[in-house]
């Protein structure tokens, strides 16, 4: 595979340079100082390009182009916008950038409860914890509803640790929830959360399901004409949060949208991470399952709890078998091989890592850590070169 690093821009600390010593020969990224549903110049897309190129890597990946909420809600400008997010597809396809990972979140990107989750070896991760969550929703934030949406022990619990906490901590999880997420187009704080959210109040699974796929029948076309493979990401965390509708979150959400717009163009991102979250998904199964629609891999494992919660795992610890699922990935990239695919190489990212050594303390976009992703990266690459070996073993 293709190793990939994820940059977002000259402002990103941890550099070009950093990516390339950490072993990746592929960059990641988007133009995020003009992310906001807008078409893509391109003069900006070349310059980019140049700046990717000028430290000696290419431009693999453009994670991501984002669907404004007016074109995952069908309204206002969505129109306009397609037509932007068409042209910022022709642009990059100009510069030689060949796949668009991109999602379908409403209004949220990933959510996290904890950006500093503290790990056994002394450094942290990302976590997800479905008791500070149901405390904000229900009892911070009191969403119309939410009560209905979480089990009474769960609330129970939430009411007892929010008599626990303190000013500074309920600050912190209410700006981890709603206030910081990496590319997102705006920020939020409580009362414009609430507002966003009441454009979905009457959307429904199967509403923003039909609006994913009329959006692609639109957009499909003009990738493949273009040579492009736009790659979806699972949601994440892969299950419903403040009531909001989830359509990418299951084996069966991916296989709806490959048959609702059937194309080469229209493939997935499969991320262990996203998908892995969710107790249904085999993730193994779904490498397998899905092989020819994959255009991109993001590598990272989670720990699950039995209420929901869950923690980033390392790499090659957690719940899925990164070795199975990486060999899965290979054997997709032999076939393709074997079948004369010129674009058989599958690119994938060492996707978040934890804060070690001496990112502990540093200003890192949280999950995007320099030497966390350079431990995954590294051990990704050893079980890469194990199995490429042991294919050419003789029998």
Known sequence: MKQTWRWFGPDDPVTLAHARQAGASGIVTALHHLNDGRAWPLDEVMKRKAEVEAAGLSWDVVESIIVHEDVKTRSGRFRELIADYKSSIRAVAQAGVKTVCYNFMAITDWTRTDLDYPMAHGGTALRFDIVDFC?????????????????????????????????????????????????????????????????????????????????????VPVAEEAGVRMAIHPDDPPFPIFGLPRVVSTAEHARAILEGCPSPANGLTLCSGSYGANAANDLVAMAKAFGPSIHFAHLRNVTK???????????????????????????????????????????????????????????????????????????????????????????
């Open 135 to 219: 405390l904000y929703d229900v009892l911070v934030l009191k969403r119309r509803g939410a009560e209905n949406e979480h089990p009474a022990l769960r609330i129970a619990a939430a009411r007892e640790r929010l008599a626990q906490m303190n000013e500074s901590a309920l600050a912190r999880l209410e700006a981890n929830l709603v206030g910081w997420v990496p590319a997102r187009e705006f920020i939020f704080d409580r009362d414009s959360f609430r507002k966003a959210l009441e454009r979905y109040r009457d959307l429904t699974v199967m509403g923003l399901r039909q609006n994913l796929l009329e959006f692609l029948r639109e957009i």
């Open 305 to 395: 709890e039995a209420d929901g919660s869950f923690h980033e795992a390392e790499h090659l610890a957690g719940d899925t078998d990164m070795v199975a699922l990486v060999g899965a990935l290979m054997q997709e990239e032999a076939r393709r091989r074997k079948a004369g695919q010129s674009d058989w190489e599958i690119p994938m990212r060492p996707d978040h890592g934890h804060a070690i050594v001496d990112d502990i303390g540093k200003k890192v976009n949280p999950g995007y850590s320099c030497i966390g992703r350079l431990k995954g990266l590294a051990e990704l690459r050893g079980i890469m070169r194990t199995l490429a070996a042991l294919e050419k073993r003789p029998a």
